[in-house]
């Protein structure tokens, strides 16, 4: 028995040392992951970037912007000249949090009626609550400082200046963890879908030798292409609607936007994963590999994409890594109608970089599959 078992591990090991592609896969798999992981997952958010609008401009408000600054948790990245413009700036997802600072600053300190406001984007779950812990702390420090400042020989409690700091947070007011997962969930589960439904497409022809079949034909590599897309990306779209359905009637998430732009955007993002699970699928040799690859693009692309963490906490070289997935496009998307009602001039960015990418990858997609063809 032992020697029928040893014979069993010997072919599988040498099957196994004969494919390597799969055999590097396979090694380098948990070893990247780690790397990767390790740079970009943090749920201690610091390095905000915030939008400031100082309408006093005197020492008391740079004090006070200074202090958001040196916490750590907060990095001015923009100024807008009244509330609009920082909510505008937050919309768009260039900023996740606000500091709006009142005229004659300096004199409301002295009379003891200061007040600042600080916006906080609710529609991200990590940032909003660091923002709002780190807002709090550093208001508190700041009215005791004032305070301090104040003291006199015979002055009284009552008679000390006040600073409060109000905050208030945008699109989630209650913080609630539902109105954060159900946007992203929605377009992980659609990133999920589209690749993992063409991943094995055009290795499974090869392998079971229908391929052959398909070439006698005079369609076109593209044709192909579009012929294996088209099939499951209407079974996609009827992933993408179950889910919102499920989210907005079942768990109560609030719809802000513009459903039929949501939509229209979400059809270019299944088209982007569709294109994305067929270039995997011509560059596996068989459909073990292609499922490596999909299992790698997933994990690595559900933390990297910023469906759970934060991206502008990663390092640059992490976030470029980022960009080579849907995903990464897609959940601003997402976050934006669904939880902030935003149109399309606050996503174009997002969209403009989708396009390309599906342009992108339906063309490798195309050379690789006309590659292997010759």
Same mark, same amino acid.
């Given at each position: ?19 390597? !592609? ?26 905000? %970037?915030? *939008? ?23 990095? !001015? ?25 009142? %005229? ?11 007040? @600042? ?28 400082? @004032? ?21 208030? @947070? ?12 159900? #946007? ?17 497409? *055009? ?18 590599? /593209? ?27 079942? /768990?109560? !998430?609030?719809?802000?936007?513009? /459903? ?54 990663? #390092?640059?070289?992490?976030?470029? *890594? ?7 496009? /897609? *959940? ?25 990418? @599906? !342009? ?15």
């Amino acid at each position: 028995m032992l020697k029928r078992i040893l014979a069993i591990i010997q072919k599988e090991l040498i099957q196994a040392y004969r494919d390597r !592609v799969t055999l590097v896969v396979m090694l380098s798999m948990p070893l990247l992951q780690l790397i990767l992981f390790g740079y970009a997952i943090s749920t201690n958010v610091r390095h905000i %970037p915030m *939008v400031v609008v100082d309408q006093s401009l005197d020492q008391r408000s740079n004090s006070y912007i200074a202090a958001m600054v040196n916490s750590g948790y907060f990095d !001015v990245i923009d100024t807008q000249p009244d509330q609009a413009g920082a909510i505008a700036a937050m919309d768009s997802g260039a900023v996740k949090a606000g500091l709006v600072i009142p %005229p004659k600053f300096a004199d409301h300190v002295q009379r003891g009626d200061a007040q @600042v406001l600080v916006l906080v984007d609710g529609s991200d779950l990590f940032t909003s609550q660091s923002a709002y812990s780190a807002a709090n702390i550093i208001g508190e420090q700041q009215a005791i400082q @004032v305070m301090t400042e104040s003291v006199t020989p015979g002055s009284t409690i009552g008679a000390l200046p006040q600073l409060d700091a109000h905050i208030r @947070v945008l699109y989630n007011p209650d913080l609630k963890d539902l109105w954060f997962i159900i #946007p992203g969930m929605a377009a992980l589960l659609l990133q999920t879908q589209t690749i993992v439904l063409t991943a094995v497409a *055009v290795v499974r022809e090869r392998e079971v030798g229908t391929i052959e079949q398909i070439l006698v034909t005079p369609i076109r590599p /593209f044709e192909l292409m579009l012929g294996k897309i088209i099939p499951y990306l209407f079974i996609a779209m009827i992933n993408m609607l179950s889910v919102l359905a499920i989210g907005v009637f079942w /768990f109560q !998430v609030p719809f802000q936007g513009s /459903f039929w732009l949501f939509i229209s955007l979400a059809f270019i993002y299944v088209f982007s994963g569709l294109g994305l699970g067929l270039l995997i699928s011509t560059v596996s040799q068989n459909q073990r590999q292609a499922n490596q690859l999909f299992m790698l693009f997933e994990m690595v692309g559900m933390v990297l994409g910023g469906f759970i963490f934060p991206r502008y906490t990663m #390092p640059k070289l992490i976030q470029w *890594v980022g960009d080579i997935f849907p995903l990464t496009y /897609f *959940v601003p998307i997402s976050r934006g109608i669904i939880t902030k009602g935003v149109g399309f001039s606050a996503v174009a960015g997002q969209v403009g970089a989708l396009v390309i990418y @599906v !342009v992108i990858v339906m063309a490798l997609a195309t050379v690789s599959f006309r590659k292997r063809l010759e």
